[in-house]
């Protein structure tokens, strides 16, 4: 009988030593929640050290273009879609990149079948010379008068960096966590401020400017109703295990409703301000970008084909010499 409660309490002791065991392991694998600050100072740490990495990248931008006065219903409504969606790879210690992509632009205009083009891009950056492709399938071969190191030093294009850079300059806050490609990461929202009120008025007020062709005609746009609609939301996911910036949100949508006000006098090269400005119809836009990063310090080869290497080097003299001959 005394055997048989050794045994017991034997089989105990083991089995929470097993328990504490087990815990021990599983805290271990855990790394102790970061701090904003902290965070912060991680991650620039990590990307000053990068020797590679890849991206993918989108951007979508959609305008509806309404009519003005009674017209304006969404039966006569044109929408504009503009879509680009890059892929690169980076290395960093190589001086190597490769990027391609693709951009579309869907028309859809009342009463008529929606009309898209699309074009195409290949480039390779080898130190300081840019191989690009076109849409027939020819190579152009330009050759920057920087050398490699003004080119690549100071991490210039370390994308990852300038985004962990961006991230230790912004006030952000913590909105939880959330996994990025199987990967662990940190989401943190950036509050805006002064400095995103002026690029949404900006682009409020350049894409106001294109409507109205712009220096031939004068734009003004209702400041008061782009605060009423406007709105800008930034987000970046930093990585729980590396520290890395692994993933990078934004999303900008407002209403302008553009009016022109002057237009310019051919005779005098001066802006005429009309009397009574001309209404337009109301603009809706929404804008939304998201890279995505990942493949840190992955070795991979970057070589452009040899129809590439082939192409006659074009220099920035040539290109002005060329330009001043025509002229």
């Known amino acids: 009988m005394r055997r048989d409660d050794d045994m017991k309490r034997l089989l105990m002791i083991i089995l929470i030593l097993a328990a504490l065991l087990i815990s021990g392991c599983m805290e271990s694998q855990d790394k102790p929640e970061k701090s904003i600050d902290e965070l912060k100072t991680l991650s620039l740490s990590a990307a000053d050290n990068l020797t590679g990495y890849s991206l993918q990248s989108t951007m979508t931008r959609v305008r509806t273009l309404n009519a003005a006065g009674e017209n304006a219903t969404s039966e006569n409504a044109t929408t504009i879609t503009e879509s680009a969606e890059t892929t690169a790879i980076v290395s ?37 010379s840019t191989y690009i492709m076109d849409e027939s399938g020819n190579w152009t071969h330009l050759q920057d008068p920087r050398t490699t190191e003004e080119i690549w030093g ?26 990025i490609d199987d990967t662990d990461a940190y989401k943190l929202r950036i509050i805006t401020g002064e400095s995103d009120d002026e690029a949404l008025y900006n682009t409020a007020f350049n894409l106001a400017a294109n409507m109205v062709s712009y220096p031939m005609f004068m734009p003004q746009i209702d400041r008061a109703e782009l605060n009423e609609t406007g709105k800008i939301e930034k987000s970046i996911w930093i990585s729980k295990s590396t520290y890395l910036p692994v993933k990078y949100h934004s999303l900008m949508s407002f209403t302008v409703t553009p009016s022109i006000v002057g237009a310019l006098d051919i005779n005098t090269s001066q802006m005429t ?39 006659p080097v074009i220099r920035p003299i040539q290109i002005r010499a060329e330009n001043s001959s025509q002229g």
């Not at 079948?113 to 891009?121: H, P, V």
């Not at 109301?282 to 070795?299: G, H, L, P």
Request: hydrophobic share 35%.
């Open 154 to 179: 100071g991490g210039n294009n370390n994308q990852v960096k300038a985004m962990a850079e961006t991230f230790n300059l912004s006030p952000v806050e913590m909105a939880g966590s959330e996994k």
């Open 92 to 128: 960093l210690v190589e001086h190597k990149a490769h990027a391609k992509g693709s951009t579309s632009i869907e028309a859809k205009q009342p009463g008529l079948d929606s009309n898209t083009t699309t074009t195409k891009a290949d480039v390779y950056q080898m130190g300081n």
């Open 273 to 311: 301000m009309f009397n009574e400005s001309i209404g337009m119809g109301a603009i809706d836009v929404r804008i939304e970008t998201s890279d995505v990063y990942y493949d840190f310090d992955k070795q991979v080869g970057i070589a452009p084909p040899a129809e590439a290497l082939e192409a």
